[in-house]
């Protein structure tokens, strides 16, 4: 893609959402870290739903080691991979008052070292608590990415590494809720809504769906 189509793509996003948030429900750090490990292969909307309770039991690292797997677990039934994930973050949460006096830490390379986080989880509590320029590819990301000739590649971490290069460096911090934003409920797997894209017309993505008829 034409870098003055870059940005254009990124100015049409930015004017259709000035300020992007994260649809996860977090009140901190710790509770950001939590629920971005807690949405993987799950959605936003499930991880809302179970963590109030969680967090109101445990609204922090030591609180949350006390309760354990176990009572982690009691919390999060209706997550996909709720066991594993529970002992992941009971196991995260003694690491980080081990190591990090119970707070998250700001670098990639200690939050990749707590059980259960990956790059792409590191990346978003990068962007969102501390402010990092990031970008978390998943496969909403990775989709847009590809489809719009954005930053084609065949990997997530190829499609980042060329993300953090062609996107406007005024627009890094947010980019990532943008293109998310948008391969959730616009640019979607099976049927993207093509009819109501504001960036069909620099898409080469074929065929283009056209709007349902009654």
């Known amino acids: 893609m034409r870098r003055q189509d870059v940005e254009t793509v990124f100015a049409r996003l930015r004017a259709a959402n000035p300020s992007p948030r994260s649809e996860l429900h977090y ?3 710790f509770e950001l870290l939590i629920a971005v490990l807690l949405s993987a292969q799950a959605t936003d909307a499930s991880v809302n739903k179970a963590t109030p309770a969680l967090f109101a039991a445990a609204p922090d690292a ?3 080691a006390a309760l354990g797997a176990d009572g982690i677990a009691a919390h999060i039934r209706s997550i996909g991979l709720y066991r594993t994930k529970a002992k992941n973050v009971a196991a995260l949460s003694e690491l980080l008052l081990l190591h990090h006096g119970g707070q998250v830490p700001d670098n990639r390379e200690a939050l990749e070292a707590l059980p259960g986080v990956g790059r792409k989880t590191a990346n978003v509590v990068l962007n969102i608590a501390f402010g990092q320029p990031t970008l ?59 009819w109501r894209c504001a960036l069909a017309d620099l898409c080469p993505y074929q065929p283009k769906s056209q709007l349902p008829t009654a």
């Open 62 to 64: 030591r609180a949350m």
């Open 27 to 29: 009140r901190n750090a």
């Open 136 to 194: 978390a590819v998943d496969t909403h990301i990775f989709r847009v990415a590809n489809r719009l000739g954005l930053a084609p590649g065949k990997t997530p971490l190829e499609v980042e590494q060329r993300l953090l290069r062609v996107v406007p460096k005024a627009d890094l911090h947010d980019a990532h809720h943008w293109l998310i934003l948008h391969g959730r409920y616009v640019c979607k797997a099976r049927r993207p809504e093509c």
